[in-house]
């Protein structure tokens, strides 16, 4: 069964950095884009971004243009969204998100969906001074 | 941006009866249009995308419609594990989501 299980809650303080790893089983890693979502305490939902574990090609979010980073490791199946410069209003819960489309077919690249279909548990960032 | 607005905040109805959510955009998303369940503590639950098609496992009592800008989730008949908040999400234009709409036990 398909499983993305997140590293565990982080307090940091202000202007330091963070880094959240995602450990996918269960389905072949390197065929489905993987997604970065947020959300802030009692908020709704906020996309951060994607990376392709593939070619480990991503697209970010213009709100965090610079200061994310998603990178992964294919040898063990995980994914890592490094966030830096942290401000308060960054404390949330951070989750990683599988793609609902493969990212090949029939040889042709194809590109996400931008639906999540499986969800890791969420890791706690909390900003604070 | 694309703002999504859903309508009503809170609904609070009874097991067995039915739930109509409400998602509208402020401009054509197509039908681009995604809804997730989720409950306290929980990451969100993917039930419909692209407006009406039943993401894989999720009962039939959940169905979605709409296209262009105005879009509905509806629950057939309410089980007591469907009260949860609700979020619409449109992938047409960037991606942006609902604020959500709690759905609770009356």
């Known amino acids: 069964q398909v499983q993305l299980v997140q590293s565990g809650a982080e307090v940091k303080k202000p202007g330091a950095s963070v880094k959240v790893s995602c450990k996918a089983s269960?389905?072949?890693?390197?065929?489905?884009?993987m997604h970065w979502v947020r959300q802030a305490p009692g908020q709704g939902l906020e996309w951060m971004g994607w990376?392709?574990?593939?070619?480990?090609?991503?697209k970010y979010a213009q709100k965090f243009q610079g200061r994310v980073t998603m990178t992964r490791d294919t040898s063990i199946s995980t994914a890592y969204m490094e966030l830096s410069r942290l401000r308060s209003d960054d404390t949330a819960v951070y989750y990683c998100?599988?793609?609902?489309?493969?990212?090949?077919?029939?040889?042709?690249?194809?590109?996400?969906?931008?639906?999540?279909?499986?969800w890791g548990q969420g890791t706690l960032v909390t900003v604070s001074s | 941006e694309i703002v999504l607005t859903q309508s009503p905040a809170t609904l609070s109805l009874s097991p067995g009866e039915r739930a109509t959510l409400s998602c509208r955009a402020s401009?054509?998303?197509?039908?681009?249009l995604a809804w997730y369940q989720q409950k306290p503590g929980q990451a969100p639950r993917l039930l419909i995308y692209?407006?009406?098609n039943r993401a894989t496992g999720i009962p039939a009592r959940f169905s979605g419609s709409g296209s262009g800008t105005d879009f509905t989730l509806t629950i057939s008949s309410l089980e007591p594990e469907d009260f949860a908040v609700y979020y619409c999400?449109?992938?047409?234009?960037?991606?942006?989501f609902g604020q959500g709409t709690r759905l609770e036990i009356k």
């Open positions: 998100a599988r793609d609902l489309r493969l990212s090949e077919g029939a040889g042709i690249h194809l590109w996400p969906m931008y639906y999540y279909d499986f």
């Open positions: 269960g389905y072949t890693f390197t065929g489905y884009y």
């Open positions: 990376i392709n574990p593939n070619s480990g090609g991503t």
């Open positions: 401009q054509s998303v197509s039908s681009y």
């Open positions: 692209d407006a009406s």
């Open positions: 999400q449109q992938r047409s234009n960037l991606i942006t």
